[in-house]
């Protein structure tokens, strides 16, 4: 089975991916502000205090999952590369790409970075068919399909592996 070929596409929308999060904050929201409405006489004020400040650091990291930056996603054959929209072609990040979530005309993937040096080893990659028209499944291909090409190395593993297989009395 040979690779797919190169392939680079812009991660620019993030429509559905931000109506999630919003839904989100906003179900949050409203059970804590019906549970506090109940008029529960017998919950004790630190346990009101509490989950009040729950829902604030909710809206505190709902608020900043909802900022994304447009991302440059490329396989090159041998490997996922990722970095920002203006580095198309030129990605600083080297790594495996995994489907988390896919619901037909959206996924969630895993970039788990190459470098260890990164500052996270893990980007999640919310991604709409929505603003990437043709190439949504030529995507979809290369993120099902994509394994590294045969190189030197997995050439000289499984020449090995027959050798091995050949010399046993």
Not at 119 to 135: A, C, D, E, F, K
Request: aromatic fraction near 8%; glycine fraction near 8%; charge should be positive.
């Amino acid at each position: 089975m040979r690779a797919p070929p190169a392939f680079q596409v812009s991660i620019r929308r993030f429509g559905v991916w931000r109506a999630g999060v919003a839904a989100l904050i906003a179900i949050t929201w409203a059970v804590t502000a019906a549970w506090l409405a109940s008029g529960n006489e017998d919950a004790p004020l630190a346990l009101r205090v509490g989950v009040s400040l729950i829902d604030v650091a909710v809206l505190v990291a709902g608020a900043t999952l909802m900022r994304r930056a447009p991302l440059s996603l490329r396989w090159d054959g041998q490997a996922w590369h990722l970095g920002p929209a203006a580095s198309a072609g030129d990605e600083r990040w080297r790594g495996q790409l995994a489907v988390a979530i896919d619901w037909g005309g959206w996924l969630l993937l895993k970039f788990e970075h190459a470098d260890a040096s990164a500052q996270r080893r893990t980007t999640w990659l919310p991604v709409q068919r929505r603003g990437l028209g043709s190439h949504w499944h030529a995507l979809r291909c290369a993120v099902y399909c994509a394994r590294p090409a045969p190189g030197s190395d997995a050439g000289s593993t499984v020449a090995h592996s027959q050798n091995s297989k050949n010399e046993r009395p």
